[in-house]
Every structure is written in structure tokens, then in C-alpha cells.
């Protein structure tokens, strides 16, 4: 019998797999085509403080090897999510499945650091006030615009990263996770903003910017012009920030990019992931949830580990 609990900093997940916010709606969506059981946790859309649109359609389009996506964070507000979303996952996932529902992560992103900092602390409000909720886990998408320095994003300057990980830190004891983009030339003084500004875990990786035109019209193809390519394309460009992270940390590792089938999220524990999330795969094929996890215990069985955990960083080499 293989262990496959893993800790990511803090959230302890019965399984190794997660969903990547945005490609599993708020949780409760897959009832009854997932098997929650091969979940260690769930991770929701991303939410900010108040209800947002997105941007205009087509938003999404499908490429060789993955799509590229401008959905640009469509979502309903920390209000609805806290006072509809979470009790309605908790007892539809109880529903349907039988078990009680794995413990969510839950993807915030803002428009200034006040926002981030606001919206983590009425999560922790409502953790603390409604003990045994799934609300188990903060993930901060640094991959948005600050509206106060002119639309640079909050992961491209370690500075200004720091100084985003420590005021969301004040707010929260739940476990904070730190999702980073995969643009940058060099990954870890991106890991020590984090580690320094108090995170107890990484999320990588965000999609790679991308863009499609459609060469008859000589236009973009999405309204948003350009967007982000998530799939199984961009999957070894991923498994080499994942490396590249092991190797500067001690910050557990949450990773994902074109995890399609269980040697894609081995190859990611190899590198020094502690837990992988499954993301445009599940549009497709939800079944991969538990196929990804089969195939995870099978190749501990068959290589003589006893837990999952001890995948994690054993790439020989
Ligand atoms: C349609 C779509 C929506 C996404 N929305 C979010 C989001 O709200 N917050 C976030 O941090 N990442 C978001 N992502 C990025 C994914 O969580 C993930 O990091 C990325 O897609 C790479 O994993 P994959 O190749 O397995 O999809 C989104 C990705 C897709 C395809």
C-alpha cells in the first residue's frame, strides 16, 4: 500500500493532485466525472474582492499542443465565493461522492497589493470562524496588472514581489502558496522575494505569453489580442522552472504545465515538485485525475518507493 499523503507547505493533501485555478470552475463543477477521492485538494478560480467580467470574447483559442487563453480572471467576488461558493462545494462534493470534500486552495489576484491583502484576510476570517471548511490554502496569482505602477505585473519585479508576499503574509496562517510566472530570465531572486516575504510554498507554472492570428484577416484571433498557452506544449519548458526552483529553495513545490498523464507529473516530482495540479487536460479528458494518480502509485510500486513523498527532488543525475 503506497503513503501518497504529501504537505505543501503546511496543507496536508491526501493525495498529490490538485486542479489549476481556472481550468476546474469553483470545485463543484466535475461532481460526478471526477473521482474527488485522487484529489488532494481542489483549486479554484481565481477571485479578487469584487465580482469582475473578464475580457471580451473569442477569449480562448485552441493551438498544436494546448491553447492559448485571455479569459482575464472573470469571477464573482470574495462575497458570493465565501457565502454561496464554499458551503455549496462542501456538501455537493459530500453529495455526490460520499466523502467529504477535499480541501480547497483557494487562487486570489487583485489590482494593488490592499486588494490581495483584503481579500486574504476575509478568507482567514472565515477559515478561523467556520472551522472544518474547505477553505484550506491561499494561492497568490502574481501573474496581474498593478494598476499603481502602470500595468506591470506583480511577478515581474522581486521587489515589488516581496513587498506583495509580505503584506498578504500579515493577514493570513493559512498556508500561502506563491503562484509565479514562468517569464522571467531567471527564476530564484523570484523564489527569495518569496521565501523572504514569508510564503510557504510555490505554485509554478503560470501559462507562457502567447498570441494567434488568423492570417485571413490579418487580425488577432482573440478580442484581448494576445493571451497565455497552458497544455501539453508547454510542459518540459515547465518541468525546467520547477529544476531550477528545487535547486533554490527549500519551499515546497507545487507544479503544473501540460500535465496530461502520470509520467508528466512523475517527471515533475523527479525535479522537486511536492504536489502537481492538473489543468487544460481536465477540458478534454477529466478521467486524467484518476488515471494520473493510478499511475503515480503504480510507478512507486514498481520502483520500490513506499510513499509518494519520496519522489519529490530524486532525479538521479
Ligand atoms: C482557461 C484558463 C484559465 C486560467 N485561470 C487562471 C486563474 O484564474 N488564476 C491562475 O493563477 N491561473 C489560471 N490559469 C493558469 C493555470 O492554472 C495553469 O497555471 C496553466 O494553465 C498551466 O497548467 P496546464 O498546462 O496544465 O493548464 C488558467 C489557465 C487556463 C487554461
Known amino acids: 500500500m503506497i503513503d501518497t499523503k504529501v504537505n505543501l507547505g503546511g496543507l496536508e493533501m491526501a493525495a498529490p493532485l490538485t486542479t489549476a485555478s481556472g481550468t476546474f470552475g469553483y470545485g463543484s463543477e466535475y461532481a460526478g466525472l471526477v473521482d474527488y477521492r ?35 480572471l472573470q469571477g464573482t467576488g470574495i462575497d458570493h465565493f465565501l457565502g454561496i461558493t464554499v458551503p455549496w462545494y462542501a456538501e455537493s462534493i459530500e453529495e455526490v461522492s460520499g466523502a467529504k470534500a477535499p480541501p480547497m ?22 477559515a478561523s470562524a467556520n472551522p472544518g471548511s474547505p477553505v484550506g ?19 515581474q519585479d522581486p521587489a515589488v514581489l516581496n513587498g506583495l508576499v509580505s503584506a498578504v503574509r500579515k493577514e493570513t496562517s493559512l498556508p500561502l502558496i506563491v503562484k509565479l510566472a514562468p517569464n522571467v530570465p ?19 507554472i503560470n501559462t507562457i505569453p502567447a498570441m494567434v492570428i488568423d492570417i485571413e484577416k490579418r487580425r488577432p484571433v482573440l478580442a484581448n489580442r494576445t493571451g497565455g498557452l497552458s497544455g501539453r506544449g508547454i510542459h518540459p519548458a515547465a518541468v525546467k522552472v520547477v529544476y531550477d526552483a528545487y535547486r533554490a529553495t527549500k519551499l515546497p513545490i507545487l507544479a503544473m504545465g501540460g500535465v496530461y498523464e502520470a509520467k508528466d507529473a512523475i517527471e515533475f516530482m523527479l525535479a522537486g515538485a511536492t504536489a502537481v495540479a492538473l489543468g487544460t487536460v481536465l477540458f478534454t479528458d477529466p478521467g486524467a485525475v484518476g488515471d494520473v494518480y493510478d499511475g503515480m502509485v503504480d510507478y512507486c510500486e514498481r520502483h520500490g518507493f513506499k510513499a509518494v513523498a519520496e519522489l519529490t527532488g530524486s532525479l538521479e543525475g
Open 186 to 204: 531567471d527564476i530564484r531572486p523570484y523564489v527569495k522575494a518569496c521565501e523572504d516575504g514569508g510564503a510557504d510554498a510555490l505554485a509554478l
Open 137 to 155: 490554502a491561499i494561492e497568490c496569482n502574481v501573474s496581474c496588472p498593478n494598476v499603481k505602477a502602470g500595468g506591470h505585473t506583480f511577478g
Open 105 to 126: 486552495i483557494v487562487n486570489i489576484w487583485g489590482g494593488s497589493v490592499d486588494e490581495y491583502a483584503e481579500v486574504a484576510r476575509r478568507l482567514s476570517e472565515y
Open 38 to 72: 485522487k484529489l488532494g485538494a481542489v483549486t479554484a478560480k481565481g477571485i479578487r474582492i469584487g465580482k469582475w467580467p473578464g475580457n471580451p470574447m473569442p477569449r480562448h483559442c485552441e493551438v498544436p499542443g494546448g491553447l492559448v487563453n485571455a479569459i482575464g
